[in-house]
């Protein structure tokens, strides 16, 4: 099971963090991400964190200002976000697969669990 919070209202230039809590069958060292979708948009990866990968991955848009984290004590993955723009405002996701492919942002495609999403509004 995955459940996300942190998500909020915040002005630009700000900063939120989002956490995302891992329980059941689905463990920290799946392949792990965060994905957003806004209306009327398709949902896009924004970072990915997995065992095996010496860094994570991150779109473009994101890049230096998102910071993905797994807390190993806390069972939770975590999305640091500053910086934040009004485009960034979207409903976000995390989710888990068992394999991702290396080297790359995985595809929303490729996994199958998913949380149930926290809003994050940019003005």
């Known amino acids: 099971q995955l459940v996300e919070s942190g998500g909020g209202s915040v002005q630009a230039g700000g900063s939120l963090r989002l956490s995302c809590v891992v329980s059941?069958?689905?463990?920290?060292?799946?392949?792990m991400g965060w994905f957003r979708q806004a209306p009327g948009k398709e949902r896009e990866a924004i970072a990915a964190?997995?065992?095996?990968?010496?860094?994570?991955y991150y779109a473009d848009s994101v890049k230096g200002r998102f910071t993905i984290s797994r807390d190993n004590a806390k069972n939770t993955l975590d999305l640091q976000m500053n910086g934040l723009k009004p485009e960034d405002s979207a409903m976000y996701y995390c989710?888990?697969?068992?394999?991702?492919?290396?080297?790359?942002?995985?595809?929303?495609?490729?996994?199958?669990?998913w949380g149930q999403g926290t809003q994050v509004t940019v003005s």
């Open positions: 989710a888990a697969a068992r394999w991702c492919p290396q080297g790359r942002l995985p595809e929303a495609r490729l996994f199958p669990y």
């Open positions: 964190i997995y065992t095996g990968e010496s860094k994570p």
């Open positions: 059941g069958y689905i463990s920290l060292n799946y392949c």
